[in-house]
Structures are given as structure tokens and as C-alpha cells.
């Protein structure tokens, strides 16, 4: 699976009007099918908008190559089909159901090997509200759930197409701990159908657990990007993030970060 469909992020440099340089000439080493990659990174690091600019929701200038092709110069809808994109901030004031939803999720570009027949696209909806543990929420209003329910369900939104670059943007933040494991359980499962995942997870320790590799954005670059284990040092915490911290093997042999006592406590 190696080569051909690892996605590389090149110079790529992108920003909002009037603050052009928030992402500054980025680049990273190849993303892997099958890997989970976590994005992590202090508040305003620019993890949002480095997502943002690889799905085409803001402009951007460099390159993201995949099968040497540019991404970035792609048509929306040819790159609407290879990438999905969960936002961090979900959309208010939705009246569909959540099955709905996901029908809408899929008529809205439907892929070559999907049929959009109603019964077949509905037919996959639920198939995955069953695979998601979550097909007591299937004809609830999207406006009636809660925070950690929509957000089950904007990644259902976003899994449903079966997309090869899958990109979450804190995915877990309001979810209770079974559903945390539950969709990164999910995501390595996807993971390892050949996808390439980038999520933005800003606990630490998520990363950890979870991620085959991480890349650590600072002041809009990357500060390193390696094995969780790797990235994730005392020095790059205490630089990046200015916090004491040591770095524990837990029972089951995950890292933990530890934060230290601080002067305050
Ligand atoms: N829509 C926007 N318009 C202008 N500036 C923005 C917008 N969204 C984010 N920013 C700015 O870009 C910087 C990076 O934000 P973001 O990518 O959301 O950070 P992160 O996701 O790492 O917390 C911040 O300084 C933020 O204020
Ligand atoms: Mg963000």
C-alpha cells in the first residue's frame, strides 16, 4: 500500500483576508494509507485552518500531491469526492433528521460506485447509524441533540461517502469516554481499509494512545512530526505548550503525559 497513495504537503501556505500567513510554508512527510495521523498543536496553532485548506474551504497556495497529482488545482467536486472534512464547530439550526442528513450527505456528491437510487442510499445511512451504535438518533432533528450526539453524527456525515483522505477536526471533544473510544476505535478501523486520516486532537495523551504518527504545529509550522512517542517529548511540551511535564509508560505500555506541579498550585 506504500508509495503510490501517500498524500504529501508541500510549501502549502494559507490564511483568511487580512491575515494572510497563518499557515506558513508548510511541509510535511507523507501522509500513509492506513496510518491515523493527529494534528495537535496550542490554541490558534492554525490546526483548523490547515484542515480547511486541504479540504478547499479556504484558499491556499503550495501543494498537497497525491498519485502526482496536485490536489489543491482540483475542481471542488473532484476533490469533494476524494476528501471528507468534520468541522470543529457544527452548524446550528439543522431540521432534518438524522438519517436525512446523511441521505443529504451522499446526493450531494455521490460517488462513481454509489448508486444514488433512494432505498440503496437510505439503505447505507442506516447500515452505518448500526456500525456507529447510534441508530436510536436515525429519525431524531438534527436541532434536538445534544453536542456529543451531533458530533456522531457530523462524523457519520462525513464517513459515509468512504472518502480516502478522511480529515476530523476534534472529533471527540464532546463526547462522554465510551463514545471517545468508540469513534477512535471506528477510525483506526477505517485507518486500516488504506485511508489516510488527519485529526486534530488537542489532548495530548489522545494522541498517544491512539495516533501512528502526529505532527505538532507551532506558530503555524510544523515543530516535529514523527511517532506520537517522539513528538511528543518533555522539551516539545515544555516549548510549545509552556508547561512542566513528564512523559509516563503506563500498565498497558501507552505513554501518558503527566503535568507536573506548577509554581501556582
Ligand atoms: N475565519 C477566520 N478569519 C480570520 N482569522 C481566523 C479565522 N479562523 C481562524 N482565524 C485565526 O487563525 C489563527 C489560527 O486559528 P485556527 O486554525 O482555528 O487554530 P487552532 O485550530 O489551531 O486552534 C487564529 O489566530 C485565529 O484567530
Ligand atoms: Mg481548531
Redesign the pocket.
Known amino acids: 500500500m506504500k508509495g503510490q497513495r501517500e498524500v504529501y504537503i508541500k510549501q502549502l501556505t494559507a490564511g483568511?483576508p487580512g491575515?494572510p500567513g497563518?499557515i506558513r510554508q508548510l511541509t510535511t512527510r507523507p501522509l500513509q494509507p492506513g496510518m491515523i495521523t493527529a494534528l495537535a498543536?496550542p490554541?490558534?496553532?492554525?490546526?483548523?485552518?490547515l484542515l480547511k485548506s486541504i479540504t478547499g474551504l479556504i484558499p491556499a497556495h503550495g501543494e498537497i500531491i497525491m498519485d502526482q497529482k496536485n490536489i489543491l488545482a482540483f475542481p471542488v467536486l473532484k476533490r469533494a469526492k476524494l476528501i471528507s472534512y468534520m468541522p470543529?464547530y457544527l452548524p446550528f439550526d439543522i431540521s432534518l433528521s438524522v438519517v436525512e442528513s446523511l441521505v443529504a450527505s451522499l446526493k450531494a456528491s455521490p460517488l462513481d460506485q454509489i448508486s444514488t437510487k433512494l432505498p440503496e442510499v437510505k439503505k447505507r445511512a442506516f447500515d452505518l447509524l448500526e456500525e456507529m451504535d447510534i441508530m436510536h438518533l436515525a429519525t431524531e432533528p438534527i436541532n434536538n441533540l445534544s453536542g456529543g450526539q451531533r458530533q456522531l453524527v457530523s462524523l457519520a456525515q462525513a464517513i459515509i461517502r468512504e472518502p480516502e483522505i478522511l480529515l476530523l477536526d476534534e472529533p471527540t471533544s464532546a463526547l462522554d469516554l465510551h463514545y471517545q473510544v468508540a469513534v477512535m476505535k471506528w477510525v483506526k478501523q477505517y485507518a486500516r481499509r488504506g485511508k489516510i486520516i488527519l485529526i486534530?486532537l488537542h489532548d495530548i495523551n489522545m494522541a498517544l494512545r491512539w495516533a501512528d504518527e502526529a505532527i505538532l504545529?507551532h506558530n503555524g509550522k510544523v515543530y516535529r512530526h514523527d511517532k506520537p512517542g517522539a513528538v511528543f517529548t518533555k522539551e516539545a511540551i515544555r516549548e510549545v505548550y509552556h508547561v512542566d511535564a513528564d512523559i509516563e509508560s503506563t500498565g498497558s505500555g501507552h505513554l501518558q503525559v503527566i503535568v507536573k506541579d506548577q509554581p501556582f498550585d
Open positions: 483568511y491575515k497563518i498543536g490554541n490558534a496553532a492554525g490546526k483548523s485552518t470543529q486534530v504545529l
